[in-house]
């Protein structure tokens, strides 16, 4: 029983770590405007890229009728064009043997009885959520595809969400495994310190969801100084008057910059109020979690100081992954407490 627990919790970590590549990979091919590169989306023979020069040829002139080449890389050659090829096609690829590492040994698990059936669902509900992924993946890249040469950032924000949903549900489930810890149940969910803790998750997926639209709208380059931005505290663009007042949250780049940058802070204060909880409840290292957070943020100025750099940003990017992480684990080991008291 207990070298069967040490398999699933093996098994479980390493689809948490191609998770989590998968998602910085994702941040690369975003940072450096390769995710149109593949026009094209094919389950199965998809996986087999140009192997010719003629197939070269052809495939580098259908990218040529894309608005990206169009309106940006006009020009591009042959090899330049490679490179961009190979971002998007890793990435791909990659999301394809991730679904894989779970699916695969979750079926032989099934089958053998290591994974009892009534205990499945869970694990189901990630393997759908990873083919779900594939497909909001391309339906992402399409809306690049029509008319403009950038993704839709509402599809954006969906796409890297779902990957942080897959992320925690399999460190739920480690923690689950390393833990007596069975379920959540309706009382513990009423309890009002436990509630506080999912107010932080959701201002903690808010923040996410912000620094998604921020990458979607390059909204990052919109002003590399802080506090103030265009020597205001408070900027006089916030609301254009070329979109209605609202939409100015979610589609003004300068708004959505500014929303993100001063988030963070209220995903600072919750962090505090979330290890004050945890620490009543004895959790050990919860400390962990407002530094993790205080180090994000010092990330975060430091990408907006330096203009967006590749490396620091893809770090940020890391960085968001951590605190996410951490945090489930801590809500886990809060609720089993609560469980268990």
């Known amino acids: 029983m207990k070298s ?91 999301g394809r043997l991730t679904g894989l590492i779970f699916v695969v040994p979750f079926f032989i698990f099934l089958f053998t009885k290591i994974i009892p059936f009534r205990k499945s669902y869970i694990y189901m509900l990630i393997g759908l959520l990873f083919a779900a992924q594939g497909v909001l993946g391309w339906y992402m890249v399409k809306s690049g595809l029509v008319d403009q040469p950038y993704v839709s950032h509402y599809r954006l924000a969906a796409h890297l969400l779902m990957a942080f949903m897959i992320l925690a549900l399999v460190v739920w489930k480690i923690m689950d495994n390393l833990t007596t810890f069975q379920r959540l149940t309706f009382t513990l969910i009423k309890s009002r310190s436990f509630r506080w803790s999912l107010v932080f998750f959701i201002i903690l997926g808010l923040q996410i969801t912000y620094g998604a639209f921020v990458a979607g709208l390059k909204a990052g380059h919109v002003s590399n100084t802080f506090p103030l931005m265009f020597g205001y505290l408070l900027p006089p663009n916030l609301f254009s008057s070329d979109m209605p007042v609202m939409l100015n949250l979610f589609q003004n780049s300068v708004t959505v910059h500014f929303i993100h940058r001063w988030l963070a802070f209220f995903v600072f204060l919750f962090s505090i109020m979330a290890y004050l909880d945890l620490k009543k409840k004895k959790i050990g290292k919860a400390i962990f979690l407002p530094i993790l957070v205080a180090l994000q943020i010092i990330l975060g100025l430091t990408v907006i100081w330096m203009n967006v750099p590749v490396s620091v940003a893809l770090i940020h990017q890391g960085g968001a992954v951590l605190v996410f992480s951490a945090f489930i684990m801590l809500l886990h080991r809060r609720a089993a407490i609560d469980t268990n008291a």
């Open 4 to 94: 069967s627990k040490n398999i699933i919790i093996t098994w479980l970590i390493l689809v948490a770590l191609t998770v989590t590549i998968q998602i910085l990979l994702g941040g690369y091919v975003r940072l450096t405007r390769s995710g149109l590169s593949m026009y094209d989306w094919h389950v199965v023979h998809g996986i087999i890229p140009p192997l010719t020069e003629e197939s070269w040829q052809e495939t580098f002139e259908n990218y040529k009728q894309t608005p990206e080449y169009k309106h940006i890389n006009v020009g591009m050659t042959l090899d330049e064009y490679k490179l961009i090829y190979f971002r998007e096609y890793n990435h791909r690829i990659l």
